[in-house]
């Protein structure tokens, strides 16, 4: 088992940034995918980006530019730095591991932390 909590979030104003943090511990799988996903009300969960194990990273085609992945290996922490947001940016954010040798087989969520941007 694998837990995932993440931080970060609030309420803030359009053009300003957030740091989001995403803490896993437990049973964690040396080959390893981290991501981030959002999800807005009403509408599914999407992709933000991933960062695998072995540092490779992948951006939706909508979030790059503002968005940055990167993770602390030693730490176990997997970070999204959020720049100039959006009101379309209000989600509820998710971290997800998974391991890549056994894709669908041991995926975790953590339980999502809400940002809003409004002015």
């Known amino acids: 088992q694998v837990q995932l909590v993440e931080s970060g979030g609030g309420l803030v104003q359009p053009g300003d940034s957030l740091r989001l943090s995403c803490a896993a511990s437990?049973?964690?799988?040396?080959?390893?995918?981290m991501g981030w996903y959002r999800q807005a009300s009403g509408k599914q969960r999407e992709l933000v980006a991933t960062?695998?194990?072995?540092?490779?990273?992948n951006y939706a085609d909508s979030m790059t530019g503002r968005f940055t992945i990167s993770r602390d290996k030693d730490k176990n922490i997997l970070y999204l730095q959020m720049n100039d947001l959006k009101p379309e940016d209000t989600a509820i954010y998710y971290c997800?591991?998974?391991?890549?040798?056994?894709?669908?087989?041991?995926?975790?969520w953590g339980q999502g932390t809400q940002v809003t941007v409004s002015s």
């Open positions: 997800k591991i998974a391991s890549p040798l056994y894709p669908g087989k041991y995926d975790y």
């Open positions: 437990g049973s964690i799988f040396t080959i390893n995918v």
């Open positions: 960062i695998t194990s072995g540092g490779d990273i």
